[in-house]
């Protein structure tokens, strides 16, 4: 099996409109979508620096707004062999050509204008054949929200989905301070950013707090938790607790950053290993620092107790989860780390599995103890006790799964589409009616 899935390497997203579509029953039947059609559609332009085909929330709000009946424009990034245009069911996706890059700050600097000039160009062509009743850019750049300047003129609502908050993002890549001219910088765009825009949307309580701090009226804000679709990530088994007779399978996934603390993971399977626990970990997605923590594997000895899939599509990350008997969210614990929400932890108690995360500030927000167990940020003694003393107790891991599932309950995605739909309705009314 664990060779299968390893072979599942990171294919250009061709056909991806159809596997969108049939992927999930629930997101309506092409009878449902057709009636909604005739009636007069509401048009959005969405634009996304970014893979559509790789961005989980993208595809959620996607699926949401076609429920809710609007006709959608996206416009986004073109991996190698996607094609430039293509449309189904009331979504055509415009791909421009520029690619994902990580690098340096010169890097970042120009793709992000690069990708802005683009999608300015292309949004004011699209916008007279379509015009639009609303536009949303989903950050990064905060800056981009300036490629629908000319629309602005034009009266069509902007609306910002906030992914992260980039001063912060910015202070953990490059370990500066919050006075560093970069940090200052970034600010200073995103207060302009937030002022030129009609409407913010952030993902969790701590974001939305900083926000209004700094100065983004109340009116203008609105949370859209980041979480997972709960018609496809679902539980469909019975909860198992941890069988102390067998081996100690361990999952966490997601993109593979010096941030998102996987050296600490790799270290706690050594000191598992030298206290002679049977355990296994299984980490799913590619990154920056994919070769880094591969090598420290080697390096301590531990590889062969380790296996690296690599990217993987979301069906085979749920069946990774499924074969998990606890699941670990580990962050290296700063500004930035501390006002994340992932959506993984989501995820895992979304299927039924016992979660153990870093003692970040927003997840300890939401989650109490008993719902997840906590460990100190980058210790991995501290997570090796955590994960001995939550296998050593089924009764336990039993209660946190069914207490995390009621928590969970607020923000299924179920609820936040419906909420993200009224408040864009609510933009095209407000609009309307100024």
Aim: hydrophobic share 40%; proline share 4%.
């Amino acid at each position: 099996m664990e060779e299968a899935i390893s072979m599942r390497s990171l294919m250009p997203d061709q056909g991806y409109l159809n596997e969108c579509y049939h992927s999930n029953p629930n997101h309506g039947s092409s009878e449902t979508r057709t009636v909604k059609h005739h009636r007069i559609a509401k048009r959005i332009c969405i634009i996304r620096n970014f893979y559509f085909g790789r961005d989980p929330r993208v595809r959620k709000e996607v699926h949401a707004l076609l429920d809710d009946g609007w006709s959608i424009d996206l416009i986004c990034q073109r991996a190698e062999g996607e094609p430039v245009t293509e449309s189904l069911n009331g979504l055509t996706v415009h791909r421009l050509p520029v690619k994902h890059l990580r690098g340096g700050k010169i890097s970042y600097l120009i793709q992000y204008s690069t990708f802005l000039l683009l999608a300015f160009i292309k949004l004011s062509s699209l916008h007279y054949k379509r015009r639009f009743d609303l536009v949303q850019i989903n950050t990064m750049p905060d800056a981009l929200v300036f490629s629908g300047c000319l629309l602005k003129l034009f009266k069509v609502p902007l609306v910002m989905d906030m992914h992260e908050l980039m001063p912060e993002l910015f202070q953990s890549i490059y370990k500066v301070g919050k006075s560093h001219l970069m940090i200052r910088s970034l600010k200073w765009i995103e207060s302009q950013s937030t002022a030129f825009s009609d409407y913010v949307i952030t993902v969790n309580e701590q974001c939305k707090k900083i926000l209004l701090d700094r100065g983004v009226p109340k009116t203008k804000l609105c949370i859209v938790h980041n979480v997972p679709d709960d018609t496809l990530f679902t539980s469909h088994c019975n909860f198992e607790t941890c069988d102390p007779n067998r081996r100690l399978n361990l999952f966490s996934h997601g993109c593979i950053l010096k941030r998102y603390g996987f050296e600490t993971l790799i270290k706690a399977v050594l000191l598992l290993k030298q206290q002679n626990l049977p355990v296994h970990l299984n980490i799913a997605g590619d990154g920056e620092y994919f070769h880094v923590i591969k090598d420290l594997a080697n390096s301590l000895g531990v590889a062969e107790s380790i296996t690296f899939f690599g990217f993987v599509p979301f069906e085979t990350v749920k069946q990774l989860i499924e074969q998990s008997d606890i699941c670990i969210v580990c962050l290296e614990k700063d500004n930035y780390t501390d006002i994340m929400l992932p959506n993984k932890l989501f995820e895992y108690i979304a299927m039924d599995k016992p979660v153990i995360s870093s003692n970040v500030d927003t997840i300890k927000h939401y989650f109490r103890k008993g719902e997840v167990v906590f460990f100190e940020s980058g210790n991995a003694n501290d997570l090796v006790r955590v994960i001995r003393n939550l296998s050593d107790q089924p009764e336990a891991q039993t209660r946190m799964v069914q207490k995390a599932r009621e928590t969970y309950q607020d923000y299924v995605w179920s609820r936040e589409k419906k909420r993200y739909a009224a408040f864009l309705n609510n933009a095209i009314n407000v609009n309307s009616l100024g």
